[in-house]
């Protein structure tokens, strides 16, 4: 798709190992998806699927070449990429839910801890099959034969339309989000809310004496670990 150079390749490939997005078997030297990144990439997947898929980047590369060419004006490009990832950025936030919830499944699965009760924590499993059968319905076949004919704006989601793009505000607790925080429960990893009696992190340093209201970014014990941030 003519994404990076010679040189730049092997980069691809020592960065998805260093994000922990991959395993590598040093015996056959294959990689296999982390549960770090089986959950990120369901979640793009659900999100806007497009961002899974090198046409995106390839796009840009076409118009790159087509400025070298004379073909179209650099400010031209410039504005249309931009107001295009302004738009999934903004569509992302939408439902950026999804990528918590394929977090949780992810490290459920990996602690075969999936046989649950509950019907968000249903939802969330039925959303990973869903992601997963979207993506094991791209061929590769498919991707070169999309490579050459890919532009900016082929998407009907990324029109280079003139409206605004609204960003809505994710902290805002929506529906959507009390039903990730129920499944993230049914899961077993436990409720959002703080553990009952655990003392606030002070607010300044003044009356921090005798040990009182340090450690505040330590983690609590008890339940499972946390996935990691993706």
């Known amino acids: 798709h003519g994404i990076g150079t010679d040189a730049s390749m092997a980069q691809h490939v020592s960065k998805v190992q260093q994000r922990k997005y991959v395993t590598l078997d040093d015996s056959t030297r294959r ?14 997947a659900l999100v806007d699927f497009d961002l899974l898929l090198p046409s995106v980047r390839a796009r840009i590369e076409n118009e790159c070449s087509n400025i070298a060419k ?7 490009v410039i504005r249309r990429t931009l107001r295009i990832f302004e738009r999934k950025m903004a569509n992302f936030a939408r439902r950026i839910e999804h990528i918590p919830l394929m977090l949780a499944v992810a490290y459920s699965k990996e602690r075969n801890s999936t046989s649950v009760a509950g019907g968000a924590a249903e939802e969330a499993l039925a959303l990973w099959d869903q992601a997963q059968r979207q993506q094991c319905a791209v061929t590769f076949e498919q991707l070169l034969q999309d490579k050459v004919r890919v532009e900016l704006g082929a998407s009907g989601a990324d029109d280079d339309g003139d409206g605004e793009t609204v960003v809505p505000n994710v902290a805002e607790k929506t529906e959507a989000v009390a039903r990730v925080q129920q499944a993230l429960e049914q899961l077993g990893f436990g409720p959002a809310e703080a553990p009952a009696g655990e003392a606030e992190a002070p607010k300044s340093k003044k009356g921090a004496k005798g040990g009182k209201g340090g450690g505040g970014g330590g983690c609590g014990g008890g339940g499972p670990p946390s996935p990691p941030p993706g």
């Open 31 to 44: 990689m296999a998806p982390s549960p770090l990144g089986l959950a990120l990439a369901h979640g793009f």
């Open 70 to 76: 004379g073909l179209v004006h650099k400010d031209i």
